[in-house]
């Protein structure tokens, strides 16, 4: 693997047909291109066929960083080296933007690319998105089909209705709702 | 429909090549004949598999095996075309969907299940719930909690009870200190003399003593041994101590400690937390909150970070609800009880200050945002009509109860409102006491209700005696019962 001394690269190919080019210590950052770069079963173009184009796009953007970042690190002692809120912060603007559904591509795609930063910062995305939320604002955000009967709600609504009852701040959005 | 799906794995010389894919799979089972390159088969078939797809296994997500059968069904709603996908958060994988509601609060867990079935069945059956439980009041013990109840019923049920403080009370006098002392188990009593000061302050858990003593340290013993087994040796008076899992949070002059349990470090300080004598503390189970009671009359709330996290202790908040220096605290999510020399008991909800930190996300469930100094909140409640100097407090199973300068013990057994239905009270064992006399300055009361399975019923008292006319300061088990 040594013997060339430019890089090596990878190619990844995505659901939709799209072909990525990226630099092995790249694809690296994901464990299972990880684990099958170094089992060395892929020599040509790996399809990625869950992840579309503009969402590997995206994953590649986060590898690309966490190289970066273990570069610089591990290399020098560099003052340039991000401390643990810079880090937050650009985990921040990463997700910044993206969408539920979006986001649930991402979440899948690092989930099996085996990305675990990423998974995090999904995550913890989805919680904030989640937080302070109606069933119905949570049902509209994410796409989710109220399968409940209206029995089955009423009932469910019953059971839950402590978690419904709460501070002003609540009770302001109720009524303006 | 598996058939098919085996026959194209077999007839794939590549198939090890592909990163395993299960719209790989369906897609391609949709065209075999074509044989045609999968990668191609997925980009034209589309539309064919957006038809399939409702009918996929669980199979689905192969990189996920805890996977419940719910995604698949819903998810062929939003595939309309293969342009404009729209996922959802039920086409996640189950354990990917539970690792989300993993950092939801209790509240927002139970909104989330009211969005739709599936999602009503994970965030139920979350393992979330004994967390939040445990969190709050540690597990419960014996057999009053009937297992065949979820941990969220459980956690419901406790909450609701939390609400009975701001409700009506009875009050219970106790004359243990005055009348004969009934041991209940003779065998249990046991006195240890080493402390050369008088003790204030005691706390117990499952294996240790714990005791803090004018003599400027903290000793803690072996409750099997009864031996002194570490000091911790202070600057100053100490005045209070709690043991809080692998740390101990002490009180001596006007600064507050944090010592690891086993190797006797310090390993946090915090100095001047009171205009004179810091007097009491109190800790939340999980050990992330730490309340301070001192001779200025506040009570200061921290927030102690993980042992893991750099993070300083930092003050959240601030009450002055007494005329005058609090002498006892007591915590139980989310009330927090002080007495003081005032002779009035102030209880203090700290649910609205946690609620409001804690919405920056993730895995801390406590979180403060704010630099600023803190606010000084007004107390929920007063109780009056003890006698002046009430030493100590404690809180738990809808009692209050507090000791003063009377030598009698106070209990305030709070009534669960009648029109919340839902709240199933359970039948309480006897009431047992653990109360602790001595010097005017240090009573000390430990309730443990729920503690009727556990075969000795934990009970402590410090006093002090003349031997060979000398003073000698020791710990002492006394066991109090209601009088009649």
Known sequence: MSESTEKKMVRLRSSDGEVFEVEESVAKVAKTLQDMLEEDCADAVIPITCVRAPILTKVIDYCKDQVMISSSSSTTNNPNERTEQERKAWGQKFMEGVDSSTLCELLVASNFLNI?????LGVDKMVSMIQGKYPQEIRDMFNVVNDFTPEEEEEIRNQNAWAFERDPYYKKRSSSK | MELACQATQGTSPNTKNFVHNPWYEEASSTSLEGLISPAITIFHSSEVTCKVLGKISVSNFDSSEDITTSPGRKACSSYESSTTIQRSITDLPAALVSEILHCLDAKELGVVSC????????????HGWKEFYCERWGMPLGNLFPTEKSWKELFIEREFRTKIFM???????????TEAVRFLNHSSEFRLWEHEGPVTCLALDSLKIY????????????RIQLKCVKILRHGDWVWSLVPCGSTIATSAGRDAYIWGAESGKQVSVIQNVHVGNAYSLARSLSGDLLFTGGEDGAIHMYKVPKDDTDENITCIATWVPHNGPILSLAFEFPWLVSSSSDGKVALINVRKLLRSSCQSSSRSRVRVISKLPPAVEPPQRMLHGFGPNLFSVDIGADRIVCGGEEEVLQKCHFKANSSSSIIRRFPHPPFTLDSLSGTLRSINVALRSYSSSEPKPISCSHSRCKRNNTELFGIKTVKYRNKG
Do not use: P, Q
């Not at chain 2, 969005?115 to 979350?126: C, F, G, P």
């Not at chain 2, 409700?167 to 200190?177: E, F, M, Q, T």
């Not at chain 2, 005791?211 to 013993?221: A, C, L, P, T, Y």
């Open chain 2, 211 to 222: 005791s803090g003593s004018w003599d400027m340290s903290v000793r803690i013993w072996d």
């Open chain 2, 167 to 177: 409700g009506r009370y009875s009050v219970d006098a106790l004359y243990g200190h």
């Open chain 1, 116 to 120: 675990e930063g990423l998974l995090n």
């Open chain 2, 115 to 126: 969005v739709s079935t599936a999602l009503n069945r994970i965030a139920s059956d979350h």
